[in-house]
């Protein structure tokens, strides 16, 4: 399921986007949104996925109001880049998914 959460902070919004999913219209609120882009395992988490990803729900999403829109893939089944880095996301050099929540 894609999920849109709005986090109890009014100035960030937290939007998790499920590889191999239609990506979805969310209404990015203004501020920081972080996108977590979660299932790479299913994509031998590959960074050409996680770029594909990234730009189709770009397309759909564009910025407008949001003044910083953070991308950070994720695998929750192997817990990589939620809280640590884990090891099968070695490519990705920004912040893990609490990181950019500020956690």
Do not use: C
Not at 21 to 26: A, D, E, I, T
Not at 31 to 56: P, S, T, W
Not at 90 to 98: E, F, N
């Amino acid at each position: 399921m894609n999920l849109a959460v709005q986090l109890e902070r009014s100035d960030m919004a937290l939007v998790r986007f499920e590889f191999g999913r239609v990506p979805q219209k969310v209404a990015l609120p203004p501020g920081h949104v972080v996108v977590a882009i979660d299932g790479l395992e299913r994509a031998g988490f590959e960074y050409q996925a996680f770029k594909e990803m990234r730009n189709a729900f770009l397309e759909l999403n564009p910025p407008g109001a949001a003044t910083d829109v953070t991308f950070v893939p994720v695998s929750s089944h192997y817990g990589d880049m939620i809280l640590r880095r884990g090891d099968h996301i070695d490519w990705y050099d920004g912040p893990t998914l609490a990181e950019a929540l500020g956690v």
